[in-house]
């Protein structure tokens, strides 16, 4: 993979780069460890409410032995009227090596890579654009499922409009050489889609598929007047994964959802730990791609030596 201190948007990364990626969390997941070559810092900053993604970065750094330093943007200057590159700029001065951030705003990382900012940079989510780290892990657990992804029939079914897991994941899956196809609301499906796979009902869908991957409703990024128009039952009974449709599901085929699940309305509740789900392992990859994600930026910055991941090449992955 090409040396960079940033990594925030799967646009980065070819077919290479993902094996990679997949390969280490593998490698970590089989209990690689690792020592650093000074104490490094780490501070995870969240313009946004996160369960997964926050735990997962921090127990990632703490595993690979980074120190975390804390953040809350309710107590920190940001509150203040501080921009978020003047927020960088002061934790790089005390010593913060890598940034964690998820922010609202749509590429709110461009302006603080163009300043060059020599302290690393991971995009923990931006608004409704990349969700970088959760593509990946995505295509762990796909990749531990099947072996491959060449020919995998996939659907992403749901808030199409508001999600950035949609926008990685099909970036990469198309990639990759999946079949990637789109249900839910159509009112959701637009042209940035279109480009990646066909719309069809779900009803169509879910006797062919290998994965169906199901999106929550991102009330808070919807206009007041369609969550107040919103009827939970309503959408679960026309776009939702119901357990009826997953009962026509292929044999082999499994169930992901990127959390929170809303249940009841995306996904039945019964379906969230059934067999066919692979939720709560998507979690634990989680933890184990972004080791794999923070561990290449260290290399970058000299705090870990690239022969520790070498190790890498003598594990067996199959």
């Given at each position: 993979?090409q040396?960079?201190?940033y990594l925030?948007?799967?646009?980065q ?10 390969h280490?969390a593998q ?13 490094a810092?780490?501070?995870n ?7 997964r993604?926050h ?10 032995g ?6 809350d943007?309710?107590t ?16 790089q001065?005390i010593?913060?090596?890598l ?14 890579i163009?300043?060059?900012l ?13 969700h ?8 762990l ?12 029939k ?9 999600s950035?897991?949609a ?13 990637v ?6 009112a959701?499906f637009?042209?940035?889609f ?5 719309y069809?009902p779900?009803?169509?869908?879910v006797g062919?598929?290998?994965?169906m ?10 206009p007041?007047?369609?969550?107040a ?7 679960h009974?026309?776009?939702?994964l ?5 009962a ?19 996904l039945?509740s ?14 634990t ?5 972004r ?12 705090l ?8 890498i ?6």
């Amino acid at each position: 993979m090409q040396a960079t201190n940033y990594l925030v948007s799967v646009d980065q990364f070819n077919n290479q780069d993902v094996m990679h990626f997949i390969h280490l969390a593998q490698a970590f997941k089989q209990g690689l460890t690792v020592t650093l070559k000074r104490p490094a810092f780490a501070m995870n900053l969240f313009f946004e409410n996160s369960t997964r993604t926050h735990t997962s970065f921090e127990m990632a750094e703490r595993r690979l032995g980074m120190q975390v330093i804390p953040f809350d943007p309710k107590t920190s200057s940001v509150t203040k009227g501080e921009s978020l590159l003047d927020t960088l700029k002061t934790i790089q001065a005390i010593g913060v090596d890598l940034a964690v951030i998820r922010h609202p705003h749509d590429n709110y990382y461009q302006p603080l890579i163009d300043a060059q900012l020599p302290m690393s940079l991971i995009n923990a989510g931006d608004g409704s654009g990349q969700h970088p780290s959760q593509s990946l892990l995505d295509m762990l657990t796909i990749y531990e499922e099947f072996g491959h992804f060449d020919g995998l029939k996939i659907a992403i079914v749901g808030d199409l409009q508001h999600s950035r897991v949609a926008r990685s994941n099909m970036t990469l899956l198309t990639q990759l050489g999946a079949e990637v196809y789109f249900s839910g609301p159509e009112a959701w499906f637009n042209d940035d889609f279109a480009a990646y796979g066909t719309y069809r009902p779900i009803d169509e869908l879910v006797g062919e598929m290998d994965v169906m991957m199901l999106l929550r409703v991102q009330h808070e990024r919807l206009p007041q007047a369609k969550n107040a128009d919103f009827d939970a039952q309503a959408y679960h009974q026309q776009y939702g994964l119901t357990v009826e449709r997953a009962a026509k599901m292929p044999k082999q085929a499994i169930i992901m959802h990127p959390a929170p699940v809303n249940r009841g309305v995306e996904l039945a509740s019964d379906l969230v730990e059934a067999p066919q789900s692979r939720i709560f392992q998507q979690m634990t990859n989680g933890m184990y791609i972004r080791m794999a994600m923070v561990a290449h930026v260290l290399v970058q910055r000299g705090l870990l030596d690239s022969h520790q991941l070498e190790e890498i090449k003598n594990v067996n992955f199959n």
